[in-house]
């Protein structure tokens, strides 16, 4: 399958800085990426969904200002969590779409443990 | 956010038996569904996806879905002490993926 890579795969911060993941498709173009965050025990959050070229869309409840997203070419997308806060720490995944003669299919960075102390 | 309905679990099966997993969910307009398979602190992998209704069978594993129902499982025959892990239920609507809060699958030895 597809490669993501995600980079860094972890990440201890204090509070009130700034945090860059980045997410890169190694082996396809990708023109969508996919932010994900996953707290203990529950499930992948979609935040937003990244587009090269163009300003990410964020679901509802998720704050733009606070987890830019820039998606500067076809195979790398950032997130920066900004000012940074405990209630911040979590999983944060990237995911890649590539749609085949089937379907389309999701291929996963490695995932980013953020933790603000 | 689309909604996935998973059961937390746990599932306890015994090696060598049959697992099976449901999912639901509410929006008619996703495309296909996916099965994801997640370790503890891992991203999750991908088992299997089905888009027509019916079973979609890959080795071990059987996908079921049932658009009238709205509903998804898996079946894992042969369970494996190796098939324990989180499984995650998602549809995917234009591409972007909802996903369930997972099942956790214990297969004991």
């Known amino acids: 399958g597809a490669v993501v890579s995600q980079h860094p795969s972890r990440v201890i911060c204090k509070s009130g800085t700034s945090v860059k993941i980045e997410c890169r498709s190694l082996?396809?173009?990708?023109?969508?990426m996919f932010w994900y965050r996953q707290f203990p025990k529950q499930s992948l959050m979609l935040m937003a969904t990244?587009?090269?070229?163009?300003?990410?869309?964020?679901e509802q409840g998720v704050e733009k200002d606070k987890f830019l997203i820039n998606h500067a070419s076809l195979t790398l997308s950032t997130l920066t969590v900004t000012s940074a806060h405990p209630e911040d720490s979590s999983f944060y995944i990237c995911s890649a779409s590539l749609t085949g003669t089937g379907d389309t299919e999701a291929f996963f960075g490695q995932g980013t443990r953020l933790t603000v102390v | 956010q689309k909604e996935v309905e998973q059961n937390s679990g746990p599932l306890s099966v015994p090696e060598g038996a049959i697992a099976s997993l449901n999912c639901t969910y509410s929006?008619?307009?996703?495309?296909?569904f996916f099965w994801y398979r997640q370790y503890s602190g891992k991203s999750p992998e991908l088992i299997m996806f089905?888009?027509?209704?019916g079973d979609k069978e890959d080795g071990r594993f059987t996908a079921q879905l049932n658009k009238a129902s709205q509903y998804v499982s898996l079946l894992i025959r042969d369970s494996q002490p190796s098939d324990s892990a989180t499984y995650l239920c998602a549809a995917n609507n234009f591409n972007k993926f909802y996903f369930g809060s997972g099942t956790k699958l214990n297969v004991k030895p």
């Open positions: 990244s587009n090269e070229g163009s300003k990410a869309t964020y």
């Open positions: 089905i888009y027509s209704n």
């Open positions: 929006d008619r307009g996703s495309q296909s």
């Open positions: 082996d396809f173009q990708a023109t969508t």
